[in-house]
């Protein structure tokens, strides 16, 4: 039972380039999670998906893109990175939408130069 | 919609002494409530969590947490840290209604001093 597990686990991009981030649950949850950490400014929500078919915006969805693959992947897509998006970025599952336990992944660390 | 305020952002505090960090939150609706810790370079994990009943809720590692639906305070408590609970810590609010996300709040750094 691995959990939440991300990858890549650290990335280098430059400025215009684009990735995905993959995170993938073996917890058999119905909702997961994108957030990004910044110095000072805790978690963001980025993305959430609440069941399998469905994704909504969080509080910082510019410049992101999400696909939920099936119920046990979450992507997160950066189209055209820009500096501003140097982050270390978390996925999350819970079993149930809304205020239920997460269960985080180890993280991604991304740098755009 | 429903936020959370941790007061401090860093809390320095010599080994085997006690500590309290503090949470406050806002909501219009019954809420469900959480604190999560950060070791370096590692994800967060749960801590502790309040859903309904005992207003005092324990948790891992000796750590403690009070409600207070009076005060709209959820602070975390450890009556002796160690070198080990040095980490960061979040503290987050959920309604009990829809699909809304937990909101976390901005961190507090613990720093346990020898």
């Excluded at chain 2, 080990?84 to 979040?90: G, I, L, P």
Aim: hydrophobic residues 30%.
């Amino acid at each position: 039972n691995a959990g939440v597990t991300q990858t890549p686990k650290f990335q280098v991009l430059k400025t215009g380039q684009s990735m995905t981030l993959q995170c993938a649950q073996d917890m058999n949850h119905n909702s997961m999670y994108w957030y990004r950490q910044d110095p000072g400014m805790g978690l963001r929500l980025i993305y959430y998906s609440a069941s399998e078919g469905t994704t909504d915006k969080g509080e910082v969805p510019n410049g992101y893109n999400v696909s939920r693959l099936n119920k046990r992947e979450f992507s997160l897509r950066l189209e055209s990175a820009a500096p501003s998006q140097t982050s270390v970025y978390f996925c999350a599952s819970s079993a149930q939408r809304g205020p239920d336990t997460q269960y985080f992944g180890p993280g991604t660390r991304l740098t755009v130069l | 919609a429903q936020s959370v305020t941790q007061l401090d952002s860093q809390v320095p505090v010599f080994e085997e002494a006690p500590v309290e960090l503090r949470c406050n939150y806002s909501s219009s609706v019954s809420v469900y409530l959480f604190w999560y810790v950060q070791y370096p370079n590692q994800g967060l994990q749960l801590l502790l969590k309040y859903l309904s009943g005992s207003t005092l809720v324990k948790g891992i590692n000796g750590f403690e947490a009070e409600f207070n639906k009076s005060q709209t305070s959820f602070h975390l408590r450890k009556p002796s840290v160690h070198i080990s609970d040095t980490a960061e810590y979040f503290c987050a609010v959920g309604g009990n209604s829809g699909n809304t996300p937990l909101v976390f709040g901005k961190g507090t750094r613990l720093s346990v001093i020898a």
